[in-house]
C-alpha cells in the first residue's frame, strides 16, 4: 500500500518562503521507475501539476514557478521536498504530493495513481 503524508504547509506573506515534505512509503513501480509530484489545487480551480521528480532525479516544473520552487527527493529518507520561494497570493492553494509510474508532460492528475491528504499553503499580499 502506497503511503504518502504532506506537511509543512502555513501561512506567508508575500515573498515569503515554505519548504514542503511528502514522506512517501512503496511508492516504487516495476524496475524501481517513479515519478513523484505535487500538485495543488484553489478553491473552484482544476487541480494543477507544480513540479515532478523522477527516479532518474529528472525534474520537471510548471511554468508558473520556475526559478521560484525547486523539488529534490531524499531517498535515504524516502521524502520529497517542495521548496518555495518568492511566494505570491496566487501560489495560495491545497498541495498534494502524488505518485505514478512515470513523469509525462502536460502534467496530468490522472496520470498519478496514489495521493496524499493535502497541506494548505496561504499567501497574503
Known amino acids: 500500500q502506497v503511503h504518502l503524508v504532506e506537511s509543512g504547509g502555513g501561512s506567508v506573506q508575500a515573498g515569503g518562503s515554505l519548504r514542503l515534505s511528502c514522506a512517501a512509503s512503496?511508492?516504487?513501480?516495476?524496475?524501481?521507475?517513479?515519478?513523484l509530484g505535487w500538485f495543488r489545487q484553489a478553491p473552484g480551480k482544476e487541480r494543477e501539476g507544480v513540479a515532478t521528480?523522477?527516479?532518474?532525479?529528472?525534474?520537471t516544473y510548471a511554468d508558473s514557478v520556475k526559478g521560484r520552487f525547486t523539488i529534490s527527493q531524499d531517498s535515504t529518507k524516502n521524502t520529497v521536498y517542495l521548496e518555495m520561494n518568492s511566494l505570491k497570493p496566487e501560489d495560495t492553494a491545497m498541495y498534494y504530493c502524488?505518485?505514478?509510474?512515470?513523469?509525462?508532460?502536460?502534467?496530468?492528475?490522472?496520470?498519478?495513481?496514489?495521493w496524499g491528504q493535502g497541506t494548505q499553503v496561504n499567501v497574503s499580499s
Open positions: 521528480v523522477e527516479s532518474d532525479h529528472s525534474t
Open positions: 502524488a505518485a505514478g509510474p512515470s513523469c509525462r508532460l502536460p502534467l496530468r492528475p490522472t496520470d498519478f495513481d496514489y
Open positions: 512503496r511508492y516504487k513501480y516495476t524496475f524501481g521507475h517513479y515519478c
